[in-house]
Nanobody, 128 residues
Framework: VQLQASGGGLVQPGGSLRLSCAVSGISPDYYDIGWFRQVPGKEREGVSCITSSGRSSYYVDSVKGRFTISRDNAKNTVYLQMNGLKPEDTADYYC??????????????????????WGKGTQVTVSS
């Protein structure tokens, strides 16, 4: 099983990046897959998760309205389009199989957690 993240880099504040997660060894049709990020010395944070069908997606509050997760199961790939990047988005980004807990309703808030399989990260640096 392999999940390989790519697409990171250096971008100015307000800029955009698209991360890709190539999935192999498992059928993506059966797994919800998401993105996580971690800054050295801090806890890993679940950013977004998309269901196996692609019909539902979830985001942590700090990225809502700026990040969009999508997937192409025919290509075994999950994407994270990141717009309006901020310096606080700087982190190593990982893709993994994921789950979601609803921690609040009206407005909905979610906790996104990793499950069975994790990939290596790709670094995103937002700086002028």
């Amino acid at each position: 099983v392999q999940l390989q993240a790519s697409g990171g880099g250096l971008v100015q504040p307000g800029g955009s990046l698209r991360l890709s997660c190539a999935v192999s060894g498992i059928s993506p049709d059966y797994y919800d897959i998401g993105w996580f990020r971690q800054v050295p010395g801090k806890e890993r944070e679940g950013v977004s998760c998309i269901t196996s069908s692609g019909r539902s997606s979830y985001y942590v509050d700090s990225v809502k309205g700026r990040f969009t997760i999508s997937r192409d199961n025919a290509k075994n790939t999950v994407y994270l389009q990141m717009n309006g990047l901020k310096p606080e988005d700087t982190a190593d980004y990982y893709c993994a199989t994921c789950g979601v807990l609803t921690i609040q309703t009206g407005p909905d808030r979610y906790q996104i957690y990793g499950t069975h399989f994790w990939g290596k990260g790709t670094q995103v640096t937002v700086s002028s």
